[in-house]
T-cell receptor, first 113, second 114 residues
Framework: GDSVTQMEGPVTLSEEAFLTINCTYT??????LFWYVQYPGEGLQLLLK?????DKGSNKGFEATYRKETTSFHLEKGSVQVSDSAVYFC????????????FGKGMKLTVNP | DTGVSQNPRHKITKRGQNVTFRCDPI?????LYWYRQTLGQGPEFLTY????????KSRLLSDRFSAERPKGSFSTLEIQRTEQGDSAMYLC????????????FGSGTRLTVV
């Protein structure tokens, strides 16, 4: 079945550092791809998404590009802030006609001042 | 829009007891999903409703688990004869346009079976 592999953490960065979180996927069809973020004590929030190859999703300074040739959807931010400390999940919509999302294991990011 | 609401936030129960969780989705969302998340893992799909119809069930949803959405609004997830392995965060999400467009998640119910 479809699956997502994402970079394992935890990762600690200093404020204003560059962030990359790697995500690769395996799918038989053409899924939509997502990044969700979970701030401490809160539910998962949709951060950004891309629905087809070469689409770029962006939100709150974060970006990710749907790369079909490398089956990747890496998350990047040029300058992280303390408020970006959270757990980040890469996910895809099932390409077999199901409504479900398939999630990676998540990566915990801590940003220090 | 008050978001997706889940109750209770926390539940501690003894092994063998039954528990029930409630989810109130965003009012105009006709799709509702339940997921389970254990420590250090991403959420895993359990089941999906469109209006009151349960259209998908994961193999993770053993016969001790049952979910309902009787009037196409709120949903309940019941676990019978709880086991320690059922300890997890149970997440509810809702959507208007389906999985391809993303969901809105609730804050979850954390179940601890002792």
């Amino acid at each position: 079945g479809d699956s997502v592999t994402q970079m394992e953490g935890p990762v600690t960065l200093s404020e204003e550092a560059f962030l990359t979180i790697n995500c690769t996927y395996t799918a038989t069809g053409y899924p939509s791809l997502f990044w969700y973020v979970q701030y401490p004590g809160e539910g998962l929030q949709l951060l950004l998404k891309a629905t087809k190859a070469d689409d770029k999703g962006s939100n709150k300074g974060f970006e990710a590009t749907y790369r079909k040739e490398t089956t990747s959807f890496h998350l990047e931010k040029g300058s992280v802030q303390v408020s970006d400390s959270a757990v980040y999940f890469c996910a895809l919509s099932d390409s077999g006609g199901s409504e479900k999302l398939v999630f990676g294991k998540g990566m915990k990011l801590t940003v220090n001042p | 829009d008050t978001g997706v609401s889940q109750n209770p936030r926390h539940k501690i129960t003894k092994r063998g007891q039954n528990v029930t969780f409630r989810c109130d989705p965003i009012s105009e969302h006709n799709r509702l999903y339940w997921y389970r998340q254990t420590l250090g893992q991403g959420p895993e799909f359990l089941t999906y409703f469109q209006n009151e119809a349960q259209l998908e069930k994961s193999r993770l949803l053993s016969d001790r688990f049952s979910a309902e959405r009787p009037k196409g609004s709120f949903s309940t997830l019941e676990i019978q004869r709880t086991e320690q392995g059922d300890s997890a965060m149970y997440l509810c999400a809702s959507s208007l346009r389906g999985g391809d467009y993303g969901y809105t998640f609730g804050s979850g119910t954390r179940l601890t079976v002792v």
